[in-house]
């Protein structure tokens, strides 16, 4: 490359200087991709609830999840915690991860805990 300069080829130093030109451009957008990629790995791994919490929806970490906390859950949302739930319409979870089930499994609101104590049952069912 020197030498193409210092000879004063210009053709040579020319295409040589594009190349180098355009591959540090292709280089910068790579690398930015991967950086937005990584950004929404991220998102993925540290999940969110949406929480009822002095009348307002908030949004909180998974981890700051206490019990007597609302959940709103959503179509695709993770669970966030062992919840009770309130009110449901055709409410299917997949619990491959925890039982292996091969299909989702319908969830219903009206379960009967009478009889029961509640430390027997548990927080969240």
């Not at 609830?49 to 179509?75: F, H, M």
């Amino acid at each position: 490359m020197a030498l193409s300069y210092g000879v004063t080829d210009y053709i040579e130093w020319g295409v040589i200087t594009a190349v180098i030109v355009l591959n540090v451009v292709i280089g910068f957008y790579q690398e930015f991709q991967a950086e937005k990629k990584m950004d929404s790995l991220r998102s993925l791994s540290s999940p969110s609830a949406a929480v009822l919490r002095d009348s307002n929806i908030q949004t909180i970490p998974t981890a700051e999840v206490v019990p007597g906390d609302i959940v709103q859950v959503k179509t695709g949302d993770t669970i966030p915690a062992d919840l009770r739930l309130f009110e449901a319409m055709n409410l299917e979870c997949d619990e491959t991860i925890l039982t292996g089930e091969a299909i989702p499994v319908a969830k219903d609101v009206d379960v009967n805990f009478s009889g029961r104590e509640e430390l027997s049952i548990g927080v969240g069912d």
